[in-house]
């Protein structure tokens, strides 16, 4: 017997007072939503939704639950009818991220409640999930997400094998050493998930027009102003792009492109028959990682898929939707897993098979999916590529994106979701069918920290690459830059030091520590091309008045000066944090954090009056970027500029244009991003090969060598610096992190996030950025901590860390992260002060096992004092033996 419907189509074999309910239903959805072709198209609307799968009827709730009433969704086939209609509904809190963790524990409590909101069933269920554990590392995987779920109030708990049988005694334990459980984890039917959430938005307003297909979005001056639809034209202010695998095409039929860095491949999952004795509708799921599948009840029976390692992309060359329903079964391509669900579920030999499911899902290149505004149309917005995990996000994502809509910015923090943290250079299909064949097997590979992806690699390189590779550079990735990690001596097993994977003390350990004693101790020199660099003219005052606007310190200083400063948004949180250089009286040089690239060039544009004769220019590729570190930096630019370098001479944060051996025009900084001595040189890209193999030429007699940005960071995190995308955010204040001295507001000159600044001093701020030192950790024998652990203070939680690194000074491992304040009993946050941070007990959660630590809110130039009372303390315990 062959079923072409599953999930949502089931219920035509349902009992028939349950029939007529979900028939009535459908007819009351249809009725409400309009969605027959014969009635007419709106010619305009406030916003137009493309997409009737789960994540547009989301995004349509969630706007109509916020106020937006004059909505249009549009879908070119029938609601739901998409890759929704084939989801496998698992509903999972389990993630490696906190944010995808809201995300999808927002949408399991939204789907508890649907049901009853609309009328309509969901098939919500709350089954709970097992994650299994066939190794150590995969253990130790699920305690860490196990200790983040548990400060979110999300049950969960790691069980011992004996457990899982109990749960579920169809599942062979015999080689597993573990396993996470989630209780409260559920399943659902999302195609009804999405018809109850457009029956719910159509009752608050919003238009549902079906079979209606949007060919391109009309764009003006940067901004959408309506829709072309085979049905005709519609005027809009906004648009949403929730075409799921169509996503990619849609956003390049536009007027002005938009680029949406997804691809689809094939995803098999199969449907048996019910066994002997059904499972029950509560059999938990389970997902088995390190057999690639997972494994849900269904009508009895089961349905279980998995992640292959030879996955299949398609559509590469653009295909219509029909396809979708064309796709063929590949039993040959599904054995791998067919095989792994039998040894994990043995019971299943004798059970018949109804039919193997081929659908497609969407995949984006870092397995992260993609929401928010297009940085080049305004007005444009995007929700997709969710890797397969649609069903847990949607409820969340759309919460956010029409957050972002009618606020203009979300409740959470999604830079890592961020359509702008990408750029063109990622929509390459070739790049993108190459990258998603490595990202869907990822879903399932363990990824110990600092893990790289190996595809779509040199894409975007330094000058110097071939020649810091060929001396033993490993790299790894950022935004598409090529970017040294460490340097392998050459008495180092090359092989042994690139397959060593761990949560504990890495093989590269003795290596950046050489690296880090040089910055010290000598000079190391460290490519660092791939920063964002914008030049900035200001041709009269009133352009210099809107640059002060848009930054948060002030630029009017002497020429040659360099100033750290952040661009805030309207609640002085980071949109951007940077550095500027006055080179004249209306020209500018700013360095931002690679991942700044699209994002900081679509603040400045959002900001700018159209009228304004501010001139940006992107000139990332014009400049190589070595940073010059250690003390004896000095010497070896003094020697290839005849010219003193010393800080009598050249102070501090100050920038100015010289000679670098026969190379002019060398853009040299006295700042290295570390806090330790040394120059930056931004120098133009003809020159980069000439002025590195100088600088290392000089260097000889100063013990100069390479270095990566291992060693960098852990020479910033000791030194208590903050990095944006990491430890600062849209969500970070100047007054949070002990930056206030970065900030004109005593100045009487206004900037974006001024008012809220002010605000904040006065009332206090309710989080403080915190640095901790482990005390009772031991480096080679102790997991690691690498970032997103639990701070607890005083046994209770605080905050999670955002960075950490062993520090070679220190010799102990340093964190940074934010303390909150959580009323206990309300959990209402309570304002943060350094008396507060300084009387606590503190730890740090290390996948379930606590550390304690000591936190400091160090001044910059009393780091180290540290280190020094620890010296003094041991060697006196020392004499007194």
């Given at each position: ?155 969960s708990e790691i069980i011992s094998p004996k457990r899982v049988s109990e749960l579920y ?514 120098i133009p890209i003809e020159y980069a090969l000439h002025v590195y193999n100088e600088v ?186």
């Amino acid at each position: 017997m062959m079923f072409f419907r599953l999930l949502c189509d089931i219920r035509w074999q349902r009992t028939s007072q349950r029939w007529q309910t979900r028939s009535q239903s459908r007819r009351n959805i249809s009725a409400a939503t309009e969605s027959q072709t014969s009635v007419s198209l709106p010619t305009q609307a406030q916003v137009v939704i493309c997409g009737g799968g789960i994540m547009g009827t989301s995004v349509a709730y969630h706007l109509s639950k916020l106020g937006w009433k004059d909505i249009l969704l549009l879908e070119q086939g029938r609601l739901a009818a998409g890759s929704t209609r084939f989801c496998a509904g698992i509903v999972s809190s389990a993630r490696h991220f906190t944010l995808e963790q809201k995300m999808a524990d927002y949408s399991n409590k939204l789907y508890q409640q649907l049901e009853q909101e609309t009328g309509i069933q969901t098939g919500y269920i709350r089954t709970g999930s097992i994650f299994l554990a066939q190794t150590q590392d995969r253990l130790i995987s699920l305690k860490r997400i196990n200790s983040r779920l548990s400060v979110m109030g999300i049950p969960s708990e790691i069980i011992s094998p004996k457990r899982v049988s109990e749960l579920y005694p169809l599942i062979s334990i015999h080689d597993l050493v573990g396993a996470m459980h989630v209780p409260e984890d559920a399943v659902v039917s999302s195609a009804d998930v999405a018809l109850a959430l457009a029956s719910a938005a159509s009752q608050n307003g919003v238009q549902i027009r079906d079979r209606t297909s949007v060919v391109h979005v009309m764009v003006k001056k940067g901004r959408v102003t309506g829709v072309e639809t085979d049905r005709g034209d519609i005027e809009c202010q906004y648009f949403v792009n929730c075409a799921g695998q169509w996503a990619y095409e849609l956003g390049l039929s536009n007027e002005e492109p938009v680029s949406i860095p997804l691809h689809a491949c094939e995803h098999f999952y199969l449907l048996t028959r019910p066994l002997e004795t059904p499972l029950q509708n509560s059999t938990p799921t389970i997902v088995d990682s390190d057999g690639r599948i997972y494994i849900r009840n269904w009508q009895g029976g089961i349905l279980s898929g998995g992640f292959e390692k030879n996955p299949k992309p398609i559509f590469t060359e653009g295909k219509n939707q029909l396809d979708i329903q064309n796709l063929h079964e590949d039993w040959d391509h599904f054995e791998p897993l067919l095989s792994s669900l039998l040894r994990r579920m043995p019971a299943l030999e004798a059970l018949e098979i109804m039919k193997l499911v081929n659908c497609p899902e969407s995949f984006t290149p870092d397995m992260r999916c993609i929401m928010g505004e297009c940085p080049t149309v305004q007005g444009y917005f995007v929700l997709a590529g969710m890797n397969s995990a649609g069903t847990s996000f949607a409820g969340g994502a759309g919460k956010y994106l029409a957050e972002w809509m009618v606020h203009g910015y979300p409740s959470e923090n999604v830079w890592n979701l961020d359509l702008k943290r990408f750029g063109a250079l990622q929509s390459s299909r070739t790049f993108l069918r190459h990258r998603v064949m490595e990202v869907m097997p990822l879903l399932c590979d363990l990824k110990v920290p600092r893990w790289d992806f190996q595809t779509g690699r040199q894409l975007r390189t330094s000058p110097l690459y071939d020649r810091l590779d060929a001396q033993g550079a490993r790299w790894m990735e950022k935004h598409g830059f090529e970017r040294p990690k460490y340097f392998v001596p050459p008495d180092k097993d090359l092989l042994a030091l690139e397959q060593s994977k761990t949560f504990y003390k890495p093989d590269w350990f003795d290596i950046v520590e050489s690296e880090v004693k040089c910055c010290k101790e000598a000079v190391c020199v460290i490519d660092m091309s791939s920063f964002t660099k914008f030049e900035i003219i200001c041709p009269g005052a009133e352009d210099f008045e809107l640059l002060q606007y848009l930054f948060s310190n002030d630029l009017d200083v002497p020429v040659g000066h360099i100033v750290h400063t952040g661009m805030l948004n309207e609640g002085g949180g980071y949109e951007n944090d940077c550095s500027i250089a006055r080179l004249s009286k209306s020209s500018f040089f700013m360095i931002s954090p690679t991942d700044q690239q699209v994002h900081g060039w679509a603040w400045f544009k959002k900001h700018m009056p159209e009228n304004s004769n501010l001139l940006l220019e992107d000139v990332t590729w014009k400049y190589t970027a070595l940073n010059l570190i250690g003390p004896r930096a000095m010497d070896v630019l003094s020697e290839l500029s005849y010219a003193p370098m010393t800080p009598d001479h050249f102070p501090s944060l100050f920038c100015k244009e010289m000679s670098v051996g026969y190379a002019n025009g060398i853009r040299v900084m006295s700042m290295t991003h570390t806090g330790e001595p040394g120059f930056m040189l931004y120098i133009p890209i003809e020159y980069a090969l000439h002025v590195y193999n100088e600088v290392m030429s000089v260097g000889q007699k100063y013990g100069i060598r390479n270095a990566g940005y291992y060693a960098l960071r852990s020479l910033r995190i000791e030194k208590f610096f903050a990095f944006w995308g990491q430890d600062l955010n849209a969500f970070t204040t100047p007054l949070e992190c002990g930056r206030e001295f970065r900030v004109k507001l005593d100045k009487g000159t206004d900037f974006i996030g001024r008012d809220a600044l002010l605000q904040q001093r006065q009332n206090g701020v309710y989080k403080r950025f915190t640095m901790f030192i482990l005390e009772d950790h031991d480096t080679d024998l102790d997991l690691w901590p690498w970032w997103g652990e639990p701070i607890y203070r005083n046994g209770q939680y605080v905050g999670m860390t955002t960075s950490s690194a062993y520090s070679y000074t220190l010799e102990r491992h340093v964190c940074l992260g934010f303390v909150h304040n959580f009323d206990q009993e309300s959990g209402e946050n309570l304002l943060v002060t350094p008396d507060f941070i300084n009387r606590g007990e503190y730890e740090i959660d290390i996948a379930g096992q606590r550390f304690q630590a000591k936190a400091k809110l160090y001044p910059f130039s009393s780091l180290f004092t540290y280190k020094r009372r620890k010296d003094e303390i041991e060697m006196s315990d020392f004499q007194g033996k």
